[in-house]
T-cell receptor, first 111, second 112 residues
């Protein structure tokens, strides 16, 4: 079945360490997105990519980085510069004009 | 600025007790309004897209409606398995990419 796979489901890191979250899709979608979800807030866009080798900052890109070397993959790195990295991270993909398809998220805890 | 609010923040219903969730939005030209269901620890699952005022969509016990300023998700005779957080999102016109603005969600609990 087609879908979006995020890994790992849970991730624990010490403050000051960079960490990379994986997102793979087999839906053949051109566009991919990273969102952050915090309690009581709507999903906030971190980065998005509409095509391979191109990506754009979303509303809260500071402290994050991405790459898009393959259509299927859009990994997110949470750097030590991100002040409040503990959150639930969601990856999504879409074709233009269609609803977003989401993965099941990675819960990152930084202590 | 584009904005989406949802009310109530949380709703507790007895099984079979029908109710409605509200999504109010401000956007400079609406391309589409989306409803998603999210279970704890999971990603949002797409339910409906609405494009223009007056449009309605139905799926099992759920019906979504749209006006020029808000959308309602009506839940008829809910069951415990309908318990989840329901997210509303809007997509505006005139942006360089498919920007989607999400509301904070309504957490629904259906008690047997």
């Amino acid at each position: 079945d087609g879908g979006i796979t995020q890994s790992p489901k849970y991730l624990f890191r010490k403050e000051g360490q960079n960490v990379t979250l994986s997102c793979e899709q087999n839906l053949n979608h051109d566009a991919m997105y990273w969102y952050r979800q915090d309690p009581g807030q709507g999903l906030r866009l971190i980065y998005y990519s509409q095509i391979v080798n191109d990506f754009q900052k979303g509303d809260i890109a500071e402290g994050y980085s991405v790459s898009r070397e393959k259509k299927e993959s859009f990994p997110l790195t949470v750097t030590s510069a991100q002040k409040n990295p503990t959150a639930f991270y969601l990856c999504a993909s879409s074709i233009p004009g269609s609803p977003l398809h989401f993965g099941n998220g990675t819960r990152l805890t930084v202590t | 600025e584009d904005q989406v609010t949802q009310s109530p923040e949380a709703l507790r219903l007895q099984e079979g007790e029908s109710s409605s969730l509200n999504c109010s939005y401000t956007v400079s030209g609406l391309r589409g309004l989306f409803w998603y269901r999210q279970d704890p620890g999971k990603g949002p699952e797409f339910l409906f897209t609405l494009y223009s005022a007056g449009e309605e969509k139905e799926k099992e016990r759920l019906k979504a409606t749209l006006t020029k300023k808000e959308s309602f998700l009506h839940i008829t005779a809910p069951k415990p398995e309908d318990s989840a957080t329901y997210l509303c999102a809007v997509q505006g016109l005139g942006t360089s990419y498919d920007k989607v603005i999400f509301g904070p969600g309504t957490s629904l609990s259906v008690i047997p």
